[in-house]
């Protein structure tokens, strides 16, 4: 809705008012969807599981699994990445579909930009793969951060101090890895793309 603000306005005022469903839609399911989703759940999902391992790890949790025989890496850190990398991308799907469906009732109820002309712009502009890159780039982010946040987490020592220190550096590094990764797929998927917009104008 803060990206409708700022954009409706000067493109209605250049009577570019048809193709705004289709920079909304653009905008949303290649950058600001992924991402804004991914930086969210680095720091609520990440933060949590850099504690938790923080914590088993500097109480000895971690040194009674391998006691019992059981890998700490197997049984804590791959079902947090798997989970991460198979639950980010159904987030960034909800998070594509409220950011478009909240930015064409605001356009809508104070630009005067009616919402079929935005839903119908965007559905001229979206192709499939603009939807499947935002699927993937979820799953590469949800990846980043299980593997960064784990990775502090079981590497923590000095007790509550280093709990602490932990889980501010996964959160920090997860999210100087996700601004990274999402500069490099963007450059992969779309370096040759061009010709959404006009298919938005009709």
Known sequence: MA????????????????SVGGVLALALSRELSPVVTAVVA????GSAFA???GTMQVSEQTDTLRVLGAQP??????PRVLACVLALPVLTLMSFALGLAS???????????????????ARRALRPWDLISSLLKSQVFGAIIAVVSCAWGVTTHGGAKG?????TSAVVVSLVGIFVA?????CLFFQGAGDSLKYAMG
Do not use: K, N
Not at 116 to 121: A, D, F, P
Not at 163 to 167: A, D, H, Q, W
């Open 103 to 121: 930015s064409a009732f605001l356009a809508d109820s104070i630009f005067g930009v009616s919402t079929s002309i935005i839903l119908e712009s």
């Open 42 to 45: 680095a720091g609520r999902v």
């Open 51 to 53: 504690a938790e391992l």
């Open 182 to 186: 999402d500069f490099a797929l963007s």
């Open 163 to 167: 709990v602490g220190e932990s889980t």
């Open 3 to 18: 990206f409708t603000i700022q954009f409706v306005r000067e493109f209605t005022r250049l009577g570019l008012h048809r």
């Open 73 to 78: 890496v197997d049984y804590l850190v791959v």
